[in-house]
């Protein structure tokens, strides 16, 4: 079984930055994808962004500019850096990731989700 543990949110004034960070652990061969979603009140769950093993990366057109996903792959870990954070971008976020557990065995997991608030 894998875990997912998410930290770095809080409360931040517009304008302000937060660092999120996703630990994964477990027994897994490796991490494919990780990514970070976000979810508004009342609102579906959108991407925010997604790095490859390799690094590429991938942003929703909102956070674009103004968000960085990174990776260690040595310590299973992903960071989300947030910069000019808006009203807008209160939300709960969830930590996503593709793990292959073994040759044959690949599976998605989610974080328990953490909340960022930023007040205007």
């Known amino acids: 079984q894998v875990q997912l543990v998410e930290s770095g949110g809080g409360l931040v004034q517009a304008g302000g930055s937060l660092r999120l960070s996703c630990a994964a652990s477990g027994s897994m061969v490796s991490i494919n994808v990780m990514g970070w979603y976000r979810q508004a009140p009342g609102k579906q769950r959108e991407l925010v962004a997604v790095?490859?093993?390799?690094?590429?990366?991938n942003y929703g057109d909102s956070v674009k500019g103004r968000f960085t996903i990174s990776r260690d792959n040595a310590k299973n870990t992903m960071y989300l850096q947030m910069n000019s954070l808006n009203p807008e971008d209160t939300a709960v976020y969830y930590c996503n990731c593709l793990v292959t557990l073994s040759w044959y065995d690949r599976r998605e997991y989610w974080g328990q989700g953490i909340q960022v608030t930023v007040s205007s």
């Open positions: 790095i490859t093993s390799g690094g590429s990366t």
